[in-house]
Structure formats: C-alpha cells, structure tokens
C-alpha cells in the first residue's frame, strides 16, 4: 500500500509539472544534431567527422567558449602549405592513382580542404638544385636568360593537378635571392641585393607571375625576400633592409605590376614574430619592428597589403595584436612554419597555431613543405629535420598524412576560405582555448583545443549552449545546428593601384613551353644542418612534429 501511494503522489507531480509547463508556455527542450570533426594527439581521431545528438544546455564547472554570432572578424583566406620544389618532386613520383589520392586528401573541400599555397621563386633549401631563373654569368639587366623551365619541370605540373581539385587556392610567392649577379658578393646563397639593380630584381619578380599567368596559373600575393634578416650560407638567402624594401616595392614592383595589369599584392616582412636581426636571431623581447618601418613610410602603400610572420621565434599573439592594432584594413598570414624532429608537442603546437591565428587577427596560415620524403627531404641545406603535411615513400609508391594535416583538416572543414572569424571569449580553464568562425554560407562554428585531460565544454552560440565532450589532448570543429545563422565580416579594401600611366619598362614574358615529368639530373645529399635554434631571449613557440604521427 505504502509502494501505491508513492507511486500515485509520483504521478501526480508528474501531471502538475507538465501543467505548469504547458501553462507557462515553455517548449520542452529536445536534443539537436550537431556536426563535430576531431583529430588527437593519440592518433585515434584523424578529422574524423561524425553527427553527435546533443541536449542544449549548460554543465556545471565546465569551461565555456562563447561565440558572438553577430560580431564579426577578419575574413579568412585559409589554410596551406609550400608546394616546393621537393614536395613536387616527390608528389610527382608516385603513381597516378596513389598521386590523385594524395591530393585529393589534401585539397578536396570534405577532406582537408587546403586553400592557399606557397611558391618559391627560385631555390629554396627544399629544392633539388641550386640555382635561380637567372643564372647568368654575367649581368643580364634585360633578363635575356630568364626562364621558369625548373618549375616546368615538376612544381607546374602538379600544381595543375591540384587546380584541378581545387581551381580556387589562393597563390603567393617567395624569393630565397635575387640572382647572384643582382648582389654584393655575387653569391647565391648570402649578401645584399646591389642597389643598381633593384629595378632588375623587380621586373624578375614581375616576369615570374607573368610566366606563371601564361600557363594558366595566377600568382595571387608575393613576398619581396624570404626572411629578410637572415644570413645563411647552406641555403640560398639574402638580406634585406626595411628602407631597401620599402624602396623597391615603392618605386619599381608597384609601377610594375599596375602597367602589366597585375593584380598581385605584396606582404612585408616574411620572418619572425620577434624582432629579428641578421644573422637571423630574435633580439630582446619585442616583436617585430620591420613591418612598421615599411608600411608606416612613405613607400608603405600599393601594393603593400599586409604582413608576413614565421613561426621561429617570439610571440604569435603579441605580434598579431600589435600589427592590427596598427594596420586595422591590412592582412596578417602565417607564411611559414615547419613541423620536425625536434618537437616536443607536435600536435599542439600546430593547433594552438591555427587557433591563437584565428582568434588574434590572422587571414591565413600556411605551414612549410607540402609533402617530403621519409628522411625529411630532398633538399639542399637549411633544415634537417623537417616533416612534411604528407610524408611519400617514394621507393614503394606509398603515402601517409602527418599530424599537421589532422590540423589543418580539422580548421577548414567548417572554415573554409571565404569564411570569417567571429568574436570569441574562453573562460573556465587555461586548457581551453577556442576561436569562432563564420561560414561563407553564413553558419557558425568554434573550433576548440582542448591540451588537458577529455572534459565538457560548453560551447555557445548567443544562447544555444551545448555540452559537448571533447577527448584529451584533441582539436574540435563544433558546427551549430541547421538554422543558426552568422555575420561575415567585410574584407578590407586593400589599398588601390595608381590609376595614373607610368613610363616604367614591364618585365618580359616567358613563354609557356609545355609541362612534362622527368627525372632530375641530379641527386641531392641531404643536409646535415639542423634548423636554427632560438632566441634565448625570445624563444621560438614551436610548430613542429614527431616523424612516426601519421594519419
């Protein structure tokens, strides 16, 4: 009797609260499919994609992330790697079905949905030769010699493959040296670019996009000196003054590329986050003074659009801050940043990378080496070490995909190019941290790095909150569900091109002879250099990986 009577109070509590409930209007809450990707640092999620079924709702304790829907960031161009000569290389020996495979992980949208790449113009230390697209030996100020027949080679080829998955990655370009006969000494791989011939160098830089346009490929953005205040001598480099830059963007790249009809936009700087001085070094604590020195002088305008930061020393989020607090309408990429054998963290060094970038201001990250060989090359000098987004085998005709792609992968399948950042607040735990985007189809996200131990997180969007548990040491793409929407932001206007005529001389046109795969003259011994170490006062926040990760 005891038993009944419970149960019938139990009853009728029951009907008195859904009385209530339906007196007061309230609509009983259902759980809602939400889109989740997730990689780990174990290796036991790969931008694996599933629909998780979630109770809207707070959890008690749990960190929060908060995404303002309405306040909206920067746009955002994407994410990438360096298409190099020996990423090309090696790509272009597999077979063609395990070549299409590898690309098609890499830059289809629903799979790692890779947008921006970057070119060398000329060697890099990830190159099979030495040498630049002018190597005369003698001066040659008409560029008589000039060809782009290396990149013919393998770099062009595979790039039109990728086009071909992808017909929208974004392009920019960098030059390790100019020439050797362009410097002081006339050396490829260290010393200065002769003042005499700075018009020379900007009409090679100028003649390297229109030879690329005449094989159907647009050089979107450029670099005028990969790391400009470093001085090496295994690898080609050249050093490069704030002023000399200015200068020569200023008066001969800029006229240039408005009299062929270009639309290329230059970034400054290309270096570190830190105050880098020759022969490369961070020096004190502060960040980076160079890309004030350009784009605050009177050189500083068209084309110059933004800046340029490598990951190798100082602090990400100090030097984004401080370049937009002072250039709110330029862009900010990560161009540069390597994972290798000397990481610690690899999987957290890259997703801090690409959330701290997302969060601070950055319009696109760009990691280094597309793809490299098991022993991290070829190349010719510089860094030993290095791995690649993919490593190939080219001996067995194999791929695999390393801990960066999980990454990159995990950012851009709700962040492709096009979306936009979104104000985002993270509180709770220093475990935590997010940044939130917009879609170009206007639907928001937060992408999550959780570096503790699998907990709760509750991610909100205005005020839907969802408790959705993230695994240890894991990066989530959290989507909203179907009918939440977002604002995107606008992009900056850029600063224009001059509309008046110019008497300055354009480049020559390289004509477009036809691409083929061949098998290199050379064999290439690998380095045994290892990257520069950091700043011990401004150490570097690495990037970089284990080589046995794969995914």
């Given at each position: 009797m005891h038993r009944t009577r419970i149960a019938c109070l139990t009853v009728v509590v029951t009907m008195l609260l859904v009385l209530l409930g339906a007196s007061s209007g309230a609509a009983p809450i259902v759980p809602v499919d939400v889109d989740v990707v997730t990689s780990a640092a174990d290796g036991s999620a790969h931008a694996t994609a599933q629909i998780r079924s979630i109770t809207p709702g707070t959890t008690p304790d749990a960190p929060l992330v908060q995404v303002a829907t309405d306040q909206p960031r920067q746009r955002l161009r994407g994410v990438g790697a360096a298409l190099t000569e020996s990423s090309a290389y090696v790509i272009a020996q597999l077979p063609t079905a395990q070549r299409h495979a590898l690309l098609e992980n890499l830059f289809a949208a629903d799979k790692g949905g890779l947008s921006v790449l970057r070119l060398a113009i000329g060697s890099s230390d990830f190159s099979l030769a030495v040498n630049s697209l002018d190597d005369?030996?003698?001066?040659d100020p008409t560029l008589s010699k000039f060809s782009i027949a290396r990149d013919e080679r393998w770099v062009i080829p595979v790039l039109h493959e990728i086009l071909a998955i992808n017909p929208h990655i974004t392009l920019i370009a960098s030059p390790w040296s100019a020439p050797a006969w362009m410097k002081t000494p006339e050396n490829f791989l260290y010393g200065l670019l002769d003042t005499q011939y700075e018009n020379a160098f900007a009409r090679y830089l100028v003649a390297y996009v229109q030879a690329f346009r005449a094989e159907g490929i647009t050089i979107d953005w450029l670099t005028v000196q990969n790391e400009p205040a470093s001085f090496q001598t295994s690898m080609p480099s050249m050093l490069m003054s704030a002023e000399q830059q200015g200068r020569l963007v200023h008066d001969d790249l800029g006229p240039l590329l408005a009299a062929a009809g270009l639309t290329t936009r230059v970034l400054t700087w290309h270096h570190t986050w830190c105050n880098a001085q020759p022969p490369g070094g961070c020096v004190g604590t502060g960040t980076a003074t160079f890309p004030s020195a350009v784009l605050g002088s009177p050189d500083g305008g068209y084309p110059f659009a933004g800046t340029a930061f490598h990951c190798?020393?100082?602090?990400?989020?100090?030097?984004?801050?401080?370049?937009?607090?002072?250039?709110?309408?330029?862009?900010?990429?990560q161009t540069e940043c390597s994972g290798g054998t000397w990481q610690n963290d690899p999987f957290g060094d890259a997703a801090r990378l690409v959330v701290n970038g997302l969060a601070n201001w950055e319009n696109a990250t760009i990691l280094w080496n597309l793809a490299l060989d098991p022993n991290g090359g070829p190349h010719t000098g510089g860094c030993n070490g290095c791995r690649g987004v993919?490593?190939?085998?080219?001996?067995?005709g194999t791929w695999s995909l390393n801990v960066d792609f999980d990454v990159l992968a995990t950012e851009s399948r709700f962040a492709p190019s096009g979306s936009g950042a979104?104000?985002?607040?993270?509180s709770g735990s220093p475990e935590v941290r997010a940044a939130g985007v917009c879609s170009p189809d206007g639907r928001p996200a937060a992408i999550v790095f959780n570096s503790g131990a699998a907990r709760t997180v509750t991610v909100s969007f205005d005020n839907l909150a969802l408790p959705v548990v993230i695994g240890a040491r894991s990066l989530v793409a959290v989507r909203a569900p179907v009918g939440t929407s977002c604002s995107l932001g606008v992009w900056a206007a850029l600063p224009a091109a001059p509309t008046t005529s110019t008497t300055t001389t354009a480049a020559p046109t390289t004509p477009p002879p036809t691409a083929t795969m061949v098998t290199p003259a050379t064999t290439v011994t690998p380095a045994t250099t290892s990257p520069p170490p950091s700043s011990d006062v401004a150490p570097a926040t690495a990037v970089l990986a284990t080589p046995t990760y794969t995914g």
């Open positions: 005369s030996t003698t001066p190798y020393g100082g602090d990400q989020v100090a030097a984004d801050d401080a370049t937009h607090a002072s250039w709110p309408n330029l862009e900010i990429w993919a490593t190939v085998d080219t001996g067995a979104l104000v985002t607040t993270t």
